[in-house]
């Protein structure tokens, strides 16, 4: 079980990696599209505009558990640097059981109620003439909710082996 968890989590890490990449790279080009046609054609386009911004929201949330595996989440380092590696193993893991989980989890079911409806009513761009597709972007934060659970209690039985 603990291996074909640490397989599917790395596999996870692995396409949410690439994802971002391939976000970040579309978000320089869409910037770089929308300020140049804008200073230099006097042109601007609201749905590249939208596009824009639904790189940069997805980049964002599915940021959240690329930091979490790759150990660079917020933390105090102040209070960490001190302290043994022991005491971080179990604060570390303490961390993920009384806040990551519960957290991630409270979100998901908070969170359910909007995105069903977003779906429902097929959620686009607020501005006339905008892209649609406002639900799918939503989609991506209980996703990245699920992707850092997973991350989490990986996390935990990755330390617990060594």
Sequence with gaps: MNVH???VCATL???TLGVCLSLLVLLLF??????????CFGVGFLELQDFSAYVFASLVTLSIPVALVADRHVRVDVL????SPGLQL???NAGIIL???PVFILS??????DIAYAWQIREGSRETGGLGG????????PLSCVLMILQGINSILLRRAH
């Design 80 to 83: 960490r640097e001190r302290q």
């Design 108 to 113: 998901i079911y908070l969170v359910y109620p």
């Design 99 to 101: 806040l990551l989980l």
């Design 90 to 92: 179990v604060i570390d």
């Design 5 to 7: 968890l640490t397989r």
């Design 30 to 39: 869409s910037q770089v599209a929308i300020v140049a046609l804008r200073y």
């Design 134 to 141: 406002v639900y799918l972007i939503k989609t991506l934060f």
């Design 13 to 15: 890490h692995r396409l």
